[in-house]
Nanobody, 113 residues
């Protein structure tokens, strides 16, 4: 059974940092790119960042320079380092294996002003 489990969310003040983790079981992240998405209340889910199996990254304009995605294939885990958080970053964050029907359950990130 394939599972993606996000962790690391929480409540942080504006300007603060969080690091999210997405750990996979039942499948290897090596075979796929991985993306982080987020969904704020009343809004559609949006793509935040991706990392290919080869390590190439892309970022939404809204997070460039503040967020960093990385992967540790040995731990079968993908990370999202989020710095300089602002209230607009408040959302549930999900990880997803690109091209596969696997999503995590999400982790809540709340940024207070």
């Amino acid at each position: 059974q394939v599972q993606l489990v996000e962790s690391g969310g929480g409540l942080v003040q504006a300007g603060g940092s969080l690091r999210l983790s997405c750990a996979a079981s039942g499948i290897s992240f090596r075979i796929s790119g991985v993306g982080w998405y987020r969904q704020a209340p009343g809004k559609q889910r949006e793509l935040v960042t991706t990392i290919t199996s080869g390590g190439k990254t892309t970022y939404a304009d809204s997070v460039k320079g503040r967020f960093t995605i990385s992967r540790d294939n040995a731990k079968n885990t993908v990370y999202l380092q989020m710095n300089s958080l602002n209230v607009e970053d408040t959302a549930v964050y999900y990880c997803h294996m690109v091209g596969w029907p696997y999503w995590g359950q999400g982790t809540q990130v709340t940024v207070s002003s």
